[in-house]
Structures are given as structure tokens and as C-alpha cells.
Nanobody, 122 residues
Framework: QVHWVETGGGLVQAGGSLRLSCAAS????????MGWFRQAPGKEREFVAA????????NYADSVKGRFTISRDSAENVVHLQMNSLKPEDTALYYC???????????????WGQGTQVTVSS
């Protein structure tokens, strides 16, 4: 079964940076609209960012705009999420998935992986 694999999480101090990666197990990520979501304990899964199949269009949650950058590397078949100026409130399990362009509803996305934990200490 197809699913995405997220890597790159870790523990970082506030103000630091991390780069998350999302790769597909068994298929190419090219041409798929890819989204990043996150879920903190006790909270609902929330939209973080999305990128179009071409990589030209990008969409960000207001809470990460200006700090996070989503990109895709078609040659390496990977989608990245560069996270700068991290804050303790960014602490969550981060997931990638594929879904329809313009949607921020995690219920409309599919092929979820296990996620990668990001922990930001103050």
C-alpha cells in the first residue's frame, strides 16, 4: 500500500531550524499536490503548508508564514519543509499527505505516514 514517509524531526531550541522531508514508499511524489500537517497532543490535526504538483503554487497557514518554506525536488522525489525561527508552539508530530489543491482539511488528504516528531524547547 502506498504511504508517505516523513523524516527530519528532532529536538531543537527556540529560534532554531529543522528540515523535514517526505518521500513516497513505492511511488513517485511528482505531480501530486502535497501537504504538511501537524498534530500536538490533545489537539486536532492542523494544516501547515501545501505545494502544487508543479511546485509553483504554495499555501501556508498564517501561523507559519514567513518562517516555514515548502519545496519539492522532483529529481530526488522528495518534498521538504524548511522550518526556521521555531517556537515552542511548533512542537507537534508532523505528517505529509496528498490531497486536493486549496484544501486545509486533513480529512480530504490521504496516504498518511507515521509522522516525524518536532520538539522545540524554550
Amino acid at each position: 500500500q502506498v504511504h508517505w514517509v516523513e523524516t527530519g524531526g528532532g529536538l531543537v531550541q527556540a529560534g532554531g531550524s529543522l528540515r523535514l522531508s517526505c518521500a513516497a514508499s513505492g511511488r513517485t511524489v511528482s505531480r501530486n499536490i502535497m501537504g504538511w500537517f501537524r498534530q500536538a497532543p490533545g489537539k486536532e490535526r492542523e494544516f501547515v503548508a501545501a505545494i502544487s504538483g508543479s511546485g509553483v503554487l504554495k499555501n501556508y497557514a498564517d501561523s507559519v508564514k514567513g518562517r516555514f518554506t515548502i519545496s519539492r525536488d522532483s529529481a530526488e522525489n522528495v518534498v521538504h519543509l524548511q522550518m526556521n525561527s521555531l517556537k515552542p508552539e511548533d512542537t507537534a508530530l508532523y505528517y505529509c499527505a496528498t490531497g486536493p489543491w486549496g484544501s486545509r482539511n486533513h480529512l480530504e488528504y490521504k496516504y498518511w505516514g507515521q509522522g516525524t516528531q518536532v520538539t522545540v524547547s524554550s
